[in-house]
Structure formats: structure tokens, C-alpha cells
């Protein structure tokens, strides 16, 4: 059974589906990696060669939670989120297909897998960013993401999901 889709509209008035991948995804995802440009886009990602891609999509749906965005049958987006060992803190990545940037795609699948992250009971979500992506940064601000670490080419952001309780007397 697929898990559920919600429908979202995009900025030019388009819809397109949102929602958790499942093992039935992996071959349309991995076309969606296939035509992506440019690769890699971000710290050797995706990777060029489509076996050593096959293998990292495959690695992120082993370990993480997948998000996809599809038009139609064709996916147009992919967010994952890997927790790390204590189930505290959970690094994000994302790609969305050049034919569909800018259009909302990307804030969608980042509000979809922030929900997702509380759900899983995660105190924090981090990620890295190029300086120069310019429009990811401040999509990620939009969203409460901040700067936690710099250097001359990328940026680690974070955003705490939760309070941390106080401590009582």
C-alpha cells in the first residue's frame, strides 16, 4: 500500500503531490537523479555516476525518512532526514529538479519533513548550505533555521523543534 499524498499547489498555480516515500519510489527517484543538473549541486551531491547514485538513494531510504514531491508520476523533489544515533538531532538534505525550482516545491518538502521531525520526537534538525545558495538560505531563515557554524563555503544551520523542559527543584 502506497503511503498517503497530499496535494499542494505550486506558485504558478500547478498542483503536485507531497509525502513519505516508500521502496516502490527508489527506481522513479533515482530518474529524477539521472536528469538532475547540475551534479553534483552540493558537496559531491547527488552523485555523477548513476550506480554510485542508485546506491546513496538506496543508503537514504535505509537509514532516513524520505520525502518526495511528484507531478503526476514523475518526481520532482526529494527531502531526507537521517536522526542520528540518539534519535535527538537529525541532519536534512535536499534536491528539487531544475525544471522545478523556485516554484515552492522546496518549502513544501521542508515543512513536510520539520512536521515529520517533531513527530519523531527530535529536539533539532541541521543542515549544510553553500554561501552562494543564496535562495535555499533564505528559505531556510523563513523557517527558524540559524547559522551554527561558518566557513568561506558553507554554512551549518539548525532549528531547535522543541524546548528543552526545566529542570525542576
Known amino acids: ?43 559531491g551531491l547527488p552523485p555523477e555516476d548513476p550506480e554510485i547514485c542508485h546506491s546513496w538513494v538506496k543508503k537514504l531510504f ?4 524520505n520525502l518526495l514531491a511528484w507531478r503526476g508520476d514523475t518526481v520532482i523533489g526529494h527531502a531526507a532526514l537521517i536522526p542520528d544515533r540518539e534519535g535527538r538531532s537529525g541532519e536534512f538534505v535536499i534536491f528539487v529538479d531544475q525544471d522545478h525550482r523556485n516554484l515552492g516545491v522546496g518549502t513544501e518538502l521542508t515543512r513536510l519533513t520539520l512536521e515529520k ?8 534538525v541541521w543542515l549544510t548550505v553553500s554561501v552562494t545558495n543564496f535562495i535555499a538560505i533564505k528559505l531556510y531563515r523563513k523557517l527558524g533555521f540559524e547559522y551554527c557554524d561558518r566557513d568561506n563555503y558553507e554554512r551549518v544551520m539548525t532549528i531547535r523543534l522543541r524546548l528543552i523542559e526545566p529542570t525542576g527543584h
Request: aromatic letters at 6%; glycine letters at 8%; proline letters at 7%.
Open 1 to 43: 500500500m502506497k503511503p498517503m499524498r497530499i496535494t499542494r499547489t505550486d506558485k504558478s498555480g500547478k498542483p503536485f503531490n507531497i509525502g513519505i516515500s516508500c521502496a516502490e519510489d527508489l527506481s522513479s527517484l533515482c530518474e529524477m537523479y539521472r536528469m538532475f543538473s547540475p551534479k553534483p549541486a552540493s558537496q
Open 62 to 65: 535505509e537509514i532516513g525518512e
Open 117 to 124: 521531525s517533531k513527530q519523531l520526537g527530535l529536539d533539532s
